[in-house]
C-alpha cells in the first residue's frame, strides 16, 4: 500500500479494494474462535478487555476483570490447572463504567482501576490492583504515597492499555481533560511516582504541545525506551501545530521516554515522535477528541513490531518507524466496504508467526443493514523495507449467538509445537436470542480462543568430530533433520541421506573439506547445513634420500630416456591434480 501523504487527506483508497477482495478467500473458514465460556447474569459478565494467561504451579489461568457495579473479576482454568470457572465481586474497588485492559508478565495481572466520580463523589479510589492463582481476591498493589488520590489530584486517573516489564514495574497513564494528565510508574515493591505532568508542556490555556492524555503505551525494555499515545480531550490541540495541514485538526500524538532520564516529580524528558492530524491521517470520527478516545479507555493499541511501532485510532491501523519521520502510513482504514471490520478496538496482538492480530467492535453490514457483531482480522507483516507490503486480512466476522459480539481485543497465549492460541473476550452476545442493534447488543459476552497456525520452521543439525585431523585420520560426521526430508550430501561427500544418522570418513587427501547436507522443507524450498574439516598433511614417510639413481653421463638417449621419463611423470602429476580437485565422495 502507498505510504500515507499529507498533501493527500485518503491516500490509501488506491489500494484498498484489492486487499479487502482478499477478505472473501478461505482464510474466513480457517480461523474460527472456540468459545469457552458464556457468561451469565452474573459476576463476570460483560468483560470489556481480554483475559490474559498467567502461569502458576498447577497450569495456566485466563484471569480478567469486568466493569460495573462494583468490579467483578474471573479466573478460567487452562491446560493442567484444576477447577472450573470462577467469579466474584470486588465491592472495596467502587463502581467502574469503563476499564483498561489487564496486562501480566507471566506471573501476576495488573489492572488499573478508575472510579466513577458523579459531581465531586467518587465511589472508590483510583488504584492499580493485582492479582495471582491462589490469591482470595485481586488487591491494591500502591503502598506508597499513602494517599495517591491527594498526592497527584487529577493527573491520577488511570486509563488505557499500561505496560509491565519483566521485574513488575509497572507504567500507565492517566488524565481528565482540562483537569489534569499524567504518566505514571508503580515499581514492583508499590512505590508510585509520576514521570510526566503534561500540564508542564501546556502552552496558553488549552494547547498541549507533546499530547494531553496517554491512550497506549508499548515499552521497548532492551533500549530502555517507553513509546505512548497520547490523545486529545477538551483541548485546543496537541502536538506540533505546524506538522498539521492548513484546515485540519491535530487529533494525538506518538512521544518516546529515554527510561534512563526518568525523573519522579513529573519532568522526565520526552521526544514527540509525531503529531496526528484528523483528516490526513484518516480519522472518521465525528469529533477529534473521539479520534484516540479517551472514555473508553480500553479501545487503543500500540505494539512494537522490529523497528516499527504499529497502532490503532479510531477507524485505522497505521504503521511509523522512529527516526524516520516520512515513515508513517495508513496500513487499513476500517468500514468502508461490507464484510470489513467498523471500530478497531483492544488490544493486538503481535503472534509468533510474525503477523498482528485484532479485532473490531462491529462488521459493516450491507446498506439499510444494522452493523454485525465485529470481526476478527489479521495483518500479514510484509517483507519490504518500507512494510508497503503489509496485508490486511479479515480472518473470521462474529455472529452474536454463537461467538458473542462486541470483541474487546486480544491477549497473547502459549506456543504448544506448532500452534499458538490468542484469547478474548466479547463484551455482549454468546447465547440463543441474542441480537445486535444500531449501538449496543443483548447477552452477557464470551470467553474464545484462537489457535494459530505456526510457519513449520526446518532445522538441520550437522557437526564433525574431530574438526581437525592429520591425513589417514578419520572424522565423524553426524546429523539430524527436521520438519525437511529428500536429503543429500554435496561438496566433499554425496549420496541419498536419511534424515537422522552418522558417517565416519577418512580423506585421503589433506586442506580443508566442507560438507554440505542439503534437504527440502515442508514449503518446497531448499533448506542446507554445512561443516568444514580441516586436513593437516602426515608427517613424511619415506626413506627421504632423494636419489633418483640415475647417472649423468647417458648421452642423448639417456637425455631422450630422461625427457621421456620426465613427460610420463608430469602426466601423472597432472592426473594427481585433476582427481585432488574432484569432490570425496563415499
Not at 472456540?34 to 490474559?52: C, I, Q
Not at 486517573?157 to 500507565?172: A, C, I, K, N, W
Not at 613424511?540 to 642423448?556: I, K, L, P, R
Amino acid at each position: 500500500m502507498t505510504p500515507h501523504s499529507l498533501t493527500s487527506p485518503r491516500p490509501w483508497l488506491a489500494g484498498l479494494g484489492t486487499t479487502l477482495l482478499l477478505i472473501a478467500s478461505s482464510a474466513l473458514a480457517d480461523v474460527t474462535p472456540e468459545v469457552l465460556y458464556r457468561f451469565a447474569d452474573s459476576a463476570g459478565k460483560n468483560p470489556a478487555s481480554p483475559p490474559v494467561r498467567v502461569e502458576s504451579a498447577d497450569g495456566d489461568w485466563l484471569l480478567g476483570v469486568s466493569p460495573g457495579s462494583p468490579v467483578s473479576f474471573y479466573a478460567y482454568p487452562r491446560g493442567a490447572a484444576e477447577g472450573g470457572f470462577v467469579s466474584a465481586d470486588l465491592p472495596e474497588a467502587g463502581m467502574l463504567v469503563h476499564h483498561s485492559p489487564a496486562v501480566t508478565n507471566g506471573g501476576k495481572v495488573f489492572f488499573l482501576i478508575n472510579p466513577v466520580c458523579i459531581g465531586s463523589t467518587c465511589y472508590g479510589d483510583p488504584s492499580v490492583y493485582g492479582w495471582r492463582p491462589g490469591d482470595e481476591a485481586p488487591a491494591s498493589l500502591v503502598t506508597a504515597p499513602e494517599n495517591p488520590a491527594e498526592e497527584f489530584g487529577a493527573d491520577l486517573t488511570p486509563r488505557g492499555l499500561s505496560v509491565v516489564d519483566s521485574q513488575g514495574t509497572l507504567y500507565f497513564g492517566g488524565g481528565s481533560g482540562s483537569a489534569g494528565n499524567g504518566l505514571f510508574r508503580l515499581s514492583a515493591e508499590g512505590q508510585l511516582v509520576e514521570l510526566v505532568d503534561f500540564e508542564n508542556h501546556r502552552q496558553g490555556d488549552a494547547t498541549y504541545l507533546l499530547g494531553q492524555r496517554p491512550v497506549a503505551l508499548v515499552l521497548d525494555e532492551d533500549a530502555k525506551v517507553l513509546y505512548g499515545l497520547a490523545g486529545r480531550d477538551q483541548s485546543d490541540g496537541v502536538g506540533d501545530p505546524d506538522a498539521v495541514p492548513d484546515g485540519d485538526q491535530s487529533m494525538g500524538t506518538l512521544f518516546s521516554i529515554d527510561l534512563s532520564q526518568a525523573a519522579t516529580d513529573g519532568t522526565t524528558p520526552m521526544t514527540l515522535l509525531r503529531t496526528f492530524a484528523k483528516d490526513a491521517d484518516g480519522c472518521s470520527a465525528a469529533s477529534v477528541d473521539s479520534c484516540f478516545h479517551g472514555s473508553h479507555t480500553g479501545q487503543h493499541a500500540l505494539v512494537q513490531v522490529g523497528e516499527w511501532l504499529y497502532g490503532t485510532s479510531f477507524s485505522t491501523l497505521w504503521r511509523f518507524q522512529p527516526g524516520d519521520s516520512d515513515s508513517f502510513a495508513v496500513v487499513h482504514a476500517f468500514g468502508e466496504e461490507a464484510g470489513d471490520g467498523r471500530l478497531p478496538w483492544g488490544p493486538l496482538v503481535l503472534a509468533e508467526d510474525g503477523n498482528l492480530y485484532g479485532t473490531t467492535r462491529r462488521t459493516v453490514a450491507e446498506e439499510g443493514a444494522v452493523d454485525g457483531a465485529g470481526v476478527l482480522f489479521r495483518v500479514r507483516m510484509g517483507q519490504a523495507d518500507d512494510h508497503s507490503d503489509d496485508q490486511y486480512e479479515v480472518l473470521h466476522a462474529f455472529d452474536v449467538e454463537a461467538d458473542g459480539a462486541l470483541p474487546a481485543g486480544l491477549s497473547a497465549g502459549a506456543v504448544d509445537g506448532t500452534v499458538q492460541t490468542l484469547y478474548g473476550a466479547t463484551t455482549r452476545g454468546g447465547q440463543a436470542g441474542n441480537t445486535v442493534s444500531t449501538n449496543d447488543a443483548t447477552g452477557f459476552g464470551t470467553l474464545f480462543a484462537v489457535t494459530i497456525e505456526l510457519p513449520v520452521t526446518a532445522d538441520i543439525q550437522l557437526s564433525a568430530d574431530p574438526e581437525t585431523l592429520a591425513l589417514n585420520e578419520s572424522t565423524t560426521l553426524t546429523w539430524s533433520v527436521s520438519n525437511a526430508d529428500n536429503c543429500s550430501g554435496e561438496g566433499d561427500w554425496g549420496g541419498v541421506k536419511a534424515t537422522k544418522g552418522s558417517e565416519t570418513i577418512t580423506p585421503s587427501l589433506d586442506g580443508e573439506l566442507t560438507f554440505t547436507l542439503a534437504c527440502v522443507d515442508a514449503n518446497n524450498e531448499r533448506v542446507e547445513a554445512s561443516v568444514t574439516v580441516t586436513v593437516e598433511p602426515a608427517e613424511d614417510g619415506g626413506d627421504g634420500d632423494g636419489d633418483n639413481g640415475g647417472d649423468s653421463g647417458g648421452g642423448s638417449s639417456g637425455g631422450g630416456g630422461g625427457g621421456a621419463l620426465s613427460l610420463l611423470g608430469l602426466s601423472a602429476l597432472g592426473l594427481l591434480t585433476v582427481r585432488r580437485r574432484r569432490r570425496f565422495s563415499l
